[in-house]
């Protein structure tokens, strides 16, 4: 297959998907999603003006431009294409699937005329600036690289409709909770460390994996002690060796790690506390609903599902950077709003289309080819089959194909034969 029937194949490919994800919204919406994918993964950007190049309308840029910033404003379009995509990545959610639930942020530093900025922290930098706070749901199995994007909302601090910060990681997460039948694990960091997170996740029977921070207070056998004190006595039987990287650094860490069967002084179910020793000067405590047991085995993969989390935040790194999230321009909090799934649908079309189905396997090791990597494709293979869309967008533009109205039910891709 030539690099410019390819290229087509991908456009026709790129219609069907749209037509899935804006399911629901009137005729000209549709055909602006599709638009805004295409535009998202051609140019990289979501820059309205970038993107209104990519289209190659004949009419003027700041038309196009106008235009696409009208449509952005639409009111509930976010939610629409939100809906559609968990609805496609929930039928992939197995029982154990791990749903790495990651609160993060962009940043607008520079920013004076941006609606309802507030002050956000910056984990690079160690600062706090302005800017708004996003959720991002990604689901992975504990074998595999793979990864499934599943939310993305941004919200502000600021705005008149936000009540917190729970209430948003909770919507997320009942809103998954509810479109995967109850399948699947949430894993959530130490901003996970919550009474108003924890209580409900217990009281819905939502399955959890979720770092403490220590100084909450469990009982254990009867007696009330902060969880960094359970943890420093807990015995820990079984070692391993684990390697992680961060930053583009690898570091080997000999740890020991064992458990305790404890409870919330306000529940009467009981949890576990699998205690981890030897990645820093205090124990990494992890609080969940999973049954522990004096088992290496059992032990081990509750950790490494844990651990899991930290490969996941490459994916947050590759949305960020990828498609210059931090450049985004819009004068409209529903723009920012809307804009986050728009995001979210461009990257789930790399990563759980052309990434996984089998008959796009062809197309995929052409995006592969197109990116020329230096070092060969990566273990996150979304900055490459990135890469390879815009090249091969940009060197064989061409106009868009009709958006198609596909069944949710059935997302099937044709035309890419093994």
Not at 138 to 149: R, S, Y
Not at 236 to 262: D, L, M, N, W
Request: glycine share 6%; with cysteine.
């Amino acid at each position: 297959m030539n690099d410019s029937r390819t290229a087509n194949k991908l456009r026709a490919q790129m219609a069907k998907f749209s037509g899935v994800v804006s399911s629901g919204l009137p005729k000209v919406a549709r055909r602006f999603v599709q638009e805004m994918l295409y535009g998202i993964q051609a140019g990289q950007t979501v820059v309205l003006s970038e993107i209104g190049r990519c289209l190659e309308e004949r009419v003027s840029l700041k038309k196009v431009e106008e235009r696409l910033s009208r449509h952005l404003m639409r009111k509930g379009l976010g939610e629409v294409v939100q809906h559609n995509v968990l609805q496609q990545g929930a039928a992939r959610i197995k029982k154990d699937t791990l749903l790495i639930v990651d609160p993060t942020d962009i940043q607008k530093k520079y920013a004076k005329k941006m609606p309802y900025l507030g002050d956000v922290y910056d984990g690079s930098t160690k600062e706090i600036g302005p800017g708004y706070m996003v959720c991002q749901v990604v689901a992975t199995e504990l074998e595999g690289k793979k990864i499934v994007p599943l939310w993305s909302s941004l919200y502000s601090s600021q705005a008149p409709a936000f009540t917190s910060e729970n209430d948003e990681l909770l919507h997320a997460i009942r809103s998954i909770h509810q479109a995967s039948s109850g399948r699947g694990v949430y894993v959530i960091d130490r901003a996970g460390d919550r009474d108003n997170l924890f209580l409900p996740m217990i009281d819905e029977e939502v399955r959890f994996l979720i770092r403490l921070k220590g100084d909450r207070h469990l009982l254990c056998a009867q007696e009330k002690k902060s969880a960094l004190e359970l943890a420093n006595e807990c015995r820990c039987p079984y070692t391993e060796v684990i390697a992680r990287t961060k930053a583009g650094r690898q570091s080997i860490h000999e740890i020991s790690f064992g458990y305790r069967k404890v409870r919330l002084p306000e529940r009467d179910r009981y949890l576990y506390l699998l205690v981890v020793k030897g990645f820093g000067e205090k124990p990494l405590m992890v609080l969940t609903t999973e049954p522990l047991r004096r088992k290496r085995k059992v032990l081990l993969r509750m950790l490494k599902s844990y651990i899991r989390r930290w490969s996941i935040e490459e994916t947050i790194r590759f949305v960020k950077q990828c498609y210059g999230l931090e450049n985004v321009r819009l004068l409209t909090y529903q723009s920012l709003q809307n804009l986050m799934p728009l995001v979210l649908a461009a990257t789930y079309f790399a990563a759980a289309i052309l990434d996984t189905h089998l008959r796009l396997q062809v197309l995929a090791s052409t995006l592969f080819h197109e990116a020329k990597r230096i070092f060969g494709i990566p273990d996150f293979r979304l900055y490459a089959l990135s890469d390879g869309l815009r090249k091969l967008f940009s060197r064989y533009p061409d106009k868009l194909a009709p958006v198609q109205i596909e069944s949710h039910n059935q997302l099937c891709f044709e035309g890419f034969g093994p």
